[in-house]
C-alpha cells in the first residue's frame, strides 16, 4: 500500500491515545491562519443551531458552506510530506504494537475492516497529519449535509460535534470572538465539490466517507473520557463535568454519522455495499465490533464508569448533582445511540440475518440470529445500566 493524498477518501488514523497527542497538535497549529476560522465557525454554527429555529437551507448556505471551505484550506496547510511512493508500515504489526496481548484474529478484524474503509494506521503518529485529516474528513462530509436527507437535529450534532472536535485543536477555544470570522471566509465558486456520480457511487462515498468520520469523532470522544478519568482520580468534580459533557456531544455526532454513513437506500445497500463486505478476504462479512476506535472509545467509558462508581457509589443521587445530571445525559445518549443503530440496521435489513452469524451455517443449526435483535440485545444491556443509576 502506497500514500496516494490525492485520495481524499482514504483516511490515515492514529491508534493510540490522542492523549499526548493534542499538545503537539495543539503546537503545530498555534501558528495556522485558517484554524482561527474555522474555530469562529463552529462556534457561530453551535450558537445558531441553539437560539435560532433555522432550517436546514439557512444552515447551508450561510453556515455549513464557508465552513466545509475553511477546512479544506486547513488541511492544505498540513500537506503529507512523504513521497507518494512512500510505504505504509505493515497494518498488524501497527496494532500488535498497542495490543501486545490480544488475540491475532482480533487484530486481523481491526486490519481488515481498516482496509475495506481505506484506513491506514500510523505510529507513531505526526500531529500535522492529524489536522489535515480532521479538514479533509469533516470538509467531505459536511459537503455532503446539502445534499443528504439528515434530518435538523442530526445535522445539529453532527455540526456541533464537528466544532469540538476543530476547537479542541485550539488552545485559545474559549475566547474565539464569535462576531467575526463568518465574512472573512470568503468562498470561491469552485470550492464546493458539485455532486457526483450515481445512486451506487454516491451511496459508498456515504458509507465509507461516514465511518470516517465516525472513527474521527469517536477518537475524540474516547479523549475526553479519558480527561474525564483524569479530572475523576483527582476528584475534580467541575472539570471531569465539563469533559462529560464533551463526550456526550461527541457522542451523538458518532450517531449523527451513522445516520449519515447509512443515508442510501436499503435495495443499494442489500444489492452492492452489503455484498462489497464479503470478499476473498472477508468470507464471513465483518462487523462493527471490528471497528478498532469504538473498541477503544467503550474501553475509555468503562474505565471511567467504574472509577466513577468506586469514587462516589451506584447511584447518580449520591454524586454532586452538577456531575449526576451531566452524567445521566451522557448515559441517555449512548442508549440512544444504541436505539438509532437499531433503526437503521432495520432500516437496511430488516429481520434479515446479521450478516456474521449467517454465514457458513450448518443447516441442522437454529436460524441466525436477527442483526437488529443483536442490537436490541446490546440496548437492553445499557438500559439495565442506566436504570441501576437513576434507582433510589
Ligand atoms: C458508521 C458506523 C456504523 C454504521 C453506518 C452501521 C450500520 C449497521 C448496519 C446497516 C447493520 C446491519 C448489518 C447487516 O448487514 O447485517 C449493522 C449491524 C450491526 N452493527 Fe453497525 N454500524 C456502524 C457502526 C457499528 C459499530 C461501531 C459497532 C460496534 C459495536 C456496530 C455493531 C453492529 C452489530 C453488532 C450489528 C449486528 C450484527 C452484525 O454484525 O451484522 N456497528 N450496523
Known amino acids: 500500500m502506497t500514500f496516494n493524498p ?18 503537539d497538535v495543539r503546537e503545530k497549529v498555534a501558528s495556522s491562519k485558517q484554524l482561527p476560522g474555522c474555530i469562529t465557525l463552529g462556534i457561530q454554527i453551535e450558537k445558531a443551531l441553539r437560539d435560532t429555529p433555522l432550517s436546514i437551507l439557512d444552515i ?5 458552506d464557508p465552513l466545509a471551505s475553511s477546512l479544506r484550506r486547513l488541511a492544505a496547510e498540513y500537506p503529507i510530506i512523504e513521497s507518494s511512493s512512500a510505504k505504509i508500515a505493515d497494518q498488524f504489526s501497527v496494532y500488535r504494537e498497542v495490543l501486545p496481548h490480544s488475540d491475532a484474529e482480533l487484530i486481523k478484524g481491526h486490519v481488515i475492516y481498516d482496509l475495506y474503509f481505506r484506513v491506514s494506521r500510523f505510529d507513531p503518529f505526526p ?82 466517507s ?22 475523576a482520580t483527582s476528584e475534580k468534580f467541575d472539570e471531569l463535568c465539563l469533559h ?27 444489492q452492492e455495499v452489503r455484498p462489497s463486505m464479503e470478499s476473498e478476504k472477508t468470507p464471513q462479512g465483518f462487523s462493527g465490533t471490528q471497528n478498532f476506535d469504538y473498541e477503544r472509545l467503550k474501553e475509555a467509558r468503562d474505565l471511567l464508569h467504574v472509577n466513577l462508581v468506586n469514587i462516589l457509589g451506584e447511584r447518580l443521587k449520591d ?14 445518549a449512548e442508549l440512544e445511540d444504541m436505539e438509532n443503530h437499531i433503526l437503521i440496521a432495520a432500516k437496511m435489513v430488516g429481520r434479515g440475518a446479521s450478516i456474521f452469524s449467517s454465514k457458513n451455517r450448518e443447516e441442522e443449526l437454529p436460524p441466525p440470529e436477527a442483526a437488529v435483535d ?8 445499557k438500559f439495565r445500566q442506566l436504570r441501576g443509576l437513576v434507582a433510589r
Open 6 to 23: 490525492a485520495d481524499e477518501l482514504a483516511a490515515y488514523l492514529p491508534v493510540r491515545s490522542l492523549i499526548p497527542l493534542i499538545d
Open 319 to 332: 454524586w454532586p448533582e452538577d456531575l449526576g445530571e451531566s452524567y445521566l445525559e451522557f448515559k441517555e
Open 60 to 64: 447551508q448556505q450561510s453556515l455549513t
Open 210 to 231: 461516514g465511518h470516517h468520520v465516525f472513527a474521527l469523532i469517536s477518537l475524540f470522544c474516547r479523549y475526553f473520557l479519558e480527561c474525564g478519568l483524569s479530572a
Open 244 to 270: 462529560v459533557d464533551k463526550a456526550t456531544a461527541t457522542l451523538r455526532g458518532t450517531t449523527a454519522a451513522m445516520w449519515y454513513a447509512a443515508d442510501f437506500p436499503a435495495e443499494i445497500y442489500g
Open 127 to 208: 500531529p500535522g497529519m492529524l489536522v489535515r485529516q480532521i479538514g479533509l474528513t469533516l470538509s467531505v462530509a459536511i459537503d455532503e449535509l446539502r445534499r443528504c436527507g439528515l434530518s435538523i437535529d442530526q445535522v445539529g450534532d453532527l455540526l456541533a460535534a464537528s466544532s469540538l472536535v476543530v476547537g479542541t485543536l485550539g488552545t485559545s477555544f474559549n475566547d474565539a470572538d464569535p462576531s467575526t470570522g463568518l465574512h472573512e471566509t470568503v468562498q470561491s465558486p469552485n470550492d464546493v465539490p458539485s455532486s457526483f456520480g450515481s445512486p451506487t457511487e454516491v451511496a459508498f462515498h456515504r458509507w465509507r
Open 374 to 381: 443483536m442490537l436490541r440485545r446490546m440496548a437492553e444491556e
